[in-house]
């Protein structure tokens, strides 16, 4: 193919699909379905080596797809991790595919499963074995001891372009079990 991925960021950085910008963030690529943020450490200022290391991790696909005439051309070319590529719409209509871009971004903006993460959170606490006792008495002073930000950078791999749930709530309650435990030895 002809065209980076810098190329077909550039070709749609600034256009819309209906009120919505289809990037959020230029230096930091994410899905441009599901919003997912392709999280590895090659962020850099330089834009377009940012988004030339997208390569693998956000697949180029064809809006109508080459098998049905689709061209290589930068209007029919768009970036998605994995999962959104299979699912997205194949057919000869490009409004089909924009309107189902326009609202997979909708629903995973709008519709963050919250509740998903408490649930998942909860249950790593469980399989730590921390008490709901110990997490009210030292979550607060933990918090303060870590950086999640860097945490999330530094130790949480993203598997074509999905950051797992698990991968973070599972890391911060190991790091809380170890932080009570530390406590425990050490009573203040
Ligand atoms: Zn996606």
Redesign the pocket.
């Given at each position: 193919m002809k065209y980076s991925n810098y190329d077909i960021f550039n070709h749609w950085k600034d256009k819309k699909i209906k009120d919505m910008y289809i990037l959020i963030d230029f230096n930091e690529p994410s899905?441009?379905?599901?919003?997912?943020p392709i999280n590895e450490n090659f962020f850099s200022e330089d834009v377009v080596l940012t988004w030339e290391k997208t390569k693998g991790k956000l697949e180029r696909c064809h809006i109508i797809p080459k098998a049905l005439g689709g061209k290589d051309e930068l209007d029919n070319l768009f970036l998605?991790?994995?999962?959104?590529?299979k699912l997205s719409p194949d057919t000869t209509d490009k409004n089909a595919f924009l309107i189902w871009v326009y609202n997979?971004r909708r629903s995973s903006l709008m519709g963050y499963d919250f509740k998903g993460t408490i649930d998942s959170f909860k249950l790593a606490l469980e399989s730590f074995d921390i008490k709901e006792e110990d997490f009210i008495k030292y979550y607060n002073e933990f918090e303060k001891t870590i950086n999640m930000n860097e945490l999330f950078t530094d130790q949480v791999n993203v598997h074509l372009?999905?950051l797992q749930l698990s991968s973070m709530t599972y890391l911060v309650a190991s790091k809380l079990n170890d932080f009570i435990k530390s406590k425990k030895i050490l009573p203040v």
């Open positions: 899905c441009w379905g599901c919003g997912k998605l991790c994995k999962k959104c590529h997979k372009g999905e």
